[in-house]
């Protein structure tokens, strides 16, 4: 055993070997190493490396083997990993924590219930590596239940009714020695505490256990985190301050600090859920007062000079945010409010000397750090600024004043002072508080009427301030003050000038804030015509900095920018377009964990969308966009590049549907397109259904070209359709119809393919899905018919189903409730009466019902057009407002009655499901009838182009009618005669005066 120990370790170390060839070896011979093998050599111990490179093999395995893993392997785990915890440190030990939290997920307690009785069993010995093993493991064990449900929680109340106590008696403990004078403020027991504090925090984090929601549980928890959390550290008991924020005791503090915020704001607040009503009351009426004034404690120590983190300051200040909101806790905030201010929050709100050395020393990193909103989460500055915001807003009769009296004192402090004498830092801050609080400024008198003022005197002379600090802000105070109106023209241009010599500016934090700036200065009317003259001064300062600082915020003030000067953009789209496509390409290949640069590369795409609509009506333009989005199209089509894919398409969707022409290389990226759904990008089907239709209907003389697009399109929609998700089978079928719709006439080879994959996925499903994918798969059968009547009659004929089709339409005709689905069957029937050769038999038999359900539909059909159209013709009003007279009860009246009067012969026996016809009568039931008008309520306000968009109906209906209303005038009803003479006369109208 210790002879294939020492192997293993050998080939553990080879691993780490900087010669590939010895590492790829080393790796394969790890693969069939077992898990327990690899523990037996971590508990033997060893030099850290190949401990901890057998410690993360062993994680990887567990974590994707251990599931499926024989029995006996995982006893040997079980019975050796608390032992193994026990004798390693640091990260080895983090290592197998995972380890113990993925067997602990799969197996505790059903098959380890010996898991805790293990723990407490350390937990109780006289060993303080014991003790502190177990505290660790039990840390893991409590992550194990962190984010299950309700329903799957039954056995960690059982493990906190029978460790908290302990753990509670444990932290006392420390506490206690904390007290002493000389305590010695041991780093070991401060990570000890801090375990026992992110235990308690991993309790309650989700969900309060009922243990702890009995108040005699509760208090000593609330007593023991106060006392600890309002312990000041003694400063020789901590190191220097760039380690300060990692020190174990700190650590301990934020997490006592985050359960008490966790507590209060998700489970103390009025709006609980029902199951925490009681403990609600109860924490807020006893705890939450003692929790602001020990926050407020330690909000104190800093401004009299006792250090605390960061981290620390930012929970309290989001604590506080919160308690604001209540009665009593806001009383607490309110007796020290002017304090609370004066020396908390505002000098968490002034420049900082570290701010200070980053713009001069590093002000790119200085940007990055500005503009990171995940450092936000955890800044001070922005929890202090969330505070002041919400505490003028939430409770402004008692602090609005004092906070505006307070600001106005500074900026006049300021502006009195000798130059030599004034403190720009706190003029940064005054005005960056008055930002932070300007939405309540701009709608509260006096305040509102003093804006202008404010701006005048205390901003606009800034922008000549020699401090960079101070001309960045004042950008960024005109930006967040944009909506003010001003009563003296001429000083407002004169900012709007001031701020474009700020994007010229010599320091980049300064242009970066100028630039950002203008996206709301140009809220203003008034900017906005002043800005237009230089539009390509604007458009050369973005792009310079684009190329020195491309962030997300810089894009979309550009975008802005863009849309609100459409006309002008078009001299100089290609340019922008192509620095949009090559920061995108840059930025799209930074490492993954790069977040601000993801950030910017979907602003990129953004911004390229918003330029794309911008130009639309200009193909010209788009014709020279081509080379700028190609390689975009064909980097992230045609290869497996996940993160921006969806983006991508909708942006080749834009593309394709305005530019005026395909070019062949725009058809290479068609074919990456497919190979694409066929292989990795299967989930993106309804992103990718705008461009395929698009290529489709925009250039349909190049996709019948090349018969392998349609048949390559075939097999890719046979393939979709095998799918049982619903989602998959209404999109390819409206691929499908779209398809069929616009090559009326040119596919006569492959539309019976077509016909009879649609009717089998429509036998296959159509029982048990909505009314909305019936209506959709029969209005593939209505395209079919529209596109080749006679090939669509014969075929359906020879196969059985031209009869059992008729009687689904005609079942279906109320639930053609769209404009679109009404034109189309319309159309479809009228393409079918234009040939009386194939009408077939069963139609002409019922041909006067037939021909009053089709002046139904017609009827319905213009007054819906006429209700969607915002703009009118007068003689088309006086034709609907003749329509309108009649009683209208139902949404196809006169189809309904006709065909209940005669109806078309059902589906014979065998064709389908014989309770279909019945199900889907109108009397069916169905549930989800409501739901589906909804639906198409909806989707009528969606921009929908199809290729019998220009059909005037009104037109091919009479002209369609004419000589089948002749043979049958007299076997019409008065209602459908005086309706065909109607439709007749609008038609003879349109044909002389043409819209």
Known sequence: MAEDLAILAQILKNALSPVEQVRTQAAAQLEPVQP?????????????????????????????????????????????????????????????????????????????????????????????????????????????????????????????????PLLLQLGQSITAQLGAPDAAWDPVMGDLMKMICKIFYTAIHLAIPPFIQQEANLMPWIQLFGHFLTLP???????????????????????????????????????????????????????????????????????????????????????????????????????????????????????????????????????????????????????????????????????????????????????????????????EGALYALGVICDMLKVTSPYREACETLLLNHVLPEFQSPEGFLRARACWIYGQFSDVPMTQPERFTQAIQCVLQCLNDTEIPVRIQAALAIRYLLNDDNAVALLRPHIPALLQAYFMLMNECCNEDLLSALESLIEKYDEEMKPHAVQMGTQFATHFLRLSACDDDDDQSAMAAFACLSALGTLLSTVKRHGDVFIQMEQVMLPIFSKFIAIDKMEFLAEVLQLLGSYTFYTPQLSPQMWSIFEHLLQSLQTFANEYIEECLGPLDNFITRDTETFLKNPLYHQFLFNLCQEFLKEEAPTYLMLVSELIKSLILATKGRIDDMLPQWINLVWKCFQENHESNTTKFKVLFLEIFNAALYNSPVVFVQHCSQVGILQPLFGFWFQHIDKYTRIFDKKLLLVSLCSLLQHPDIVPPFVREQLPHVVTALLGIAKELTILVQKKSEVTNPTEENFVETLLKEEITDEAEHAAEALDQAPLPLPPHGAVSQGDAADDSDSDGDTDDESYDDELEDDEDEVIVTPIDGIDEVVLLAETLRAPVEAIFAQLNAESQQLFQQITAEAARRKQSPA
């Open 233 to 427: 550290i003694p400063e020789n008991r901590q190191p220097i301050a760039e380690q300060r924020p990692q020190l174990s005791w700190w650590r301990a503090k934020k997490w006592a600090a985050n359960s008490f915020e966790r507590l209060f704001t998700r489970f103390a607040i009025p709006e609980v859920d029902k199951e925490y009503k009681a403990f609600s009351r109860m924490f807020r009426a006893k705890y939450s007062v003692p929790i602001t004034q020990a926050f407020l404690t330690v909000l104190w120590w800093k401004p009299h000079g006792t250090y605390c983190t960061d981290r620390v300051i930012n929970i309290a200040m989001s604590y506080m945010t919160c308690a604001i909101t209540q009665k009593a806790t806001f009383q607490v905030v309110r007796e020290h409010f002017t304090p609370l201010l004066r020396d908390v929050m505002f000098p968490l709100m002034c420049f900082t000397d570290f701010d200070m050395c980053q713009w001069k020393d590093d002000p790119m990193e200085y940007l990055r750090r500005s503009f990171d909103i995940f450092e936000d989460f955890h800044s001070p500055k922005l929890a202090a600024s969330n505070l002041l915001m919400e505490i003028t807003k939430k409770r402004p009769k008692h602090t609005l004043q004092p906070v505006v009296l307070f600001l106005h004192e500074i900026l006049e402090q300021h502006a009195r002072a000798a130059p030599q004498e004034k403190d720009h830092r706190r003029k």
């Open 36 to 164: 327990a093998h690899l523990l037996r050599l971590i508990v033997q111990g060893g030099d850290h490396g190949t401990l901890l490179q057998a410690s993360i093999q062993m994680k990887r395995k567990l974590y994707q083997l251990y599931n499926n893993m024989e029995e006996n392997q995982k006893v040997i785990l079980r019975s050796n990993i608390i032992e193994a915890i026990m004798t390693t440190q640091g990260t080895v030990r983090t290592q197998l924590g995972l380890c113990l939290h993925t067997m602990a997920t799969f197996d505790f307690p059903d098959h380890w219930p010996q898991l805790l009785p293990s723990i407490l069993e350390n937990m109780r010995a006289d060993n303080p590596q014991r003790l502190w093993g177990s505290v660790f493991c039990l840390l893991y064990l409590y992550k194990r239940f962190e984010y299950k449900l309700k329903k799957m929680r039954a056995p960690f109340h059982v493990v906190v009714e029978q460790t908290l």
